[in-house]
DNA sequence: ATGGCTTTAAAATAAAGA
C-alpha cells in the first residue's frame, strides 16, 4: 500500500502535473497541500476520471488540503485543528482510508523569526501535538503526512549556514518537532535515511535545483501501529525538473498490508 | 540584497511562500 505525500502550490496551475503524476506513480492514498483553491474550485472530476475519489478542504488564495484514495471515498474523520476556534486557515485534514488512520497536514512557514506568523507556527506545533496524542491513544495504524515546514537535523538540508535564520530551522521548531517523536510517532524517511541528503524541496529561485540546494520538509510520521508495516520510501524528485513543477516533489511510503 | 521566482487574486500591484 502506498501512500503519498505533495505540495503542488496550486492545484489549478499544477493540474496536467499533478495527473500525470497521479497516473505514474498511482498511490494508493495522495495528501495533497497548496492546492490555494475555495472548496468549488476543486477539480473532483479529473481526478474521478483516474479513479481516485477526495475529500479537500480549501481556502481562497492559500493553503488547502485533499485527500485522494484510489477506488474509494476517505472517510473524513476531523478537518481543523482544535485550540484556536478564530483560526481559518485550511491546514488539516484527518481521514479514514483502507484500515489507516491518515492525516493531511500544511504546517505554517513561520517566516519571518520572530513575528506572528512564528508565534502561530510555534501554537499551530503544539495543537497539531495534542491531536497525534490523541490520535496515539487509538492505538490504530496511522500516519500524519504533509508539508511540515519543518527541517528535522542538519543533514536535511543542502546548507545549515544558509538557513539557520530560516523558521525551518529554528531550534523551537526542531523541538516540537523532536516531542512527537519523542510522543512514540516514527519519522518513516528520517529513520530509512539517517545518513540524510534527501530533499523533498528546492527553491525556485537561484537555480537552487540545478545546484541541488534543497532540504527535506515533506514528513510522514508513523505511529507504532504502522511503523513496523512500513518497507520503503523515496522521493520522485524528475517531477520537481518537469514544465510547471511545483517546488516540492512527490514523497511517497509504502507498506506491508496488515 | 527581506531580493532572487511563482501562484493567486484581480486588474496594477500585493501577499504569501520557504
New binding site residues.
Partial sequence: MKIATF?I??????LPRLIEWLDEARPAVACL??????DE?FPAKDFEALGYQAIWHG?????GVAILADGSLPVEVRRGLAGEPEDE?SRYLEAEVGGVRVACI????????PGL?FDYKLRWLNRLRTRMREIAAEEVPAIVLG?Y?V?PRDNDVWSPAA?A????MQPESRDAYARLLADGWTDALGTLHPEGGIWT?W?????ALQRDHG?R?DHALLSPELADRLVGAGVDKDHRARE?????APVWFEFREA
Fill in positions: 505540495n502550490n496550486g492545484i489549478k496551475a499544477r497541500q497548496e492546492i490555494k483553491t475555495q474550485g481556502q481562497k488564495g492559500f493553503n486557515h500544511y504546517l505554517p512557514n513561520g517566516n519571518p523569526v506568523k508539508d515546514n527541517i538557513m535564520a530560516d523558521a525551518l524541496y527553491d525556485y529561485q537561484t537555480g532540504f520538509i510547471k513543477a511545483s517546488d516540492h
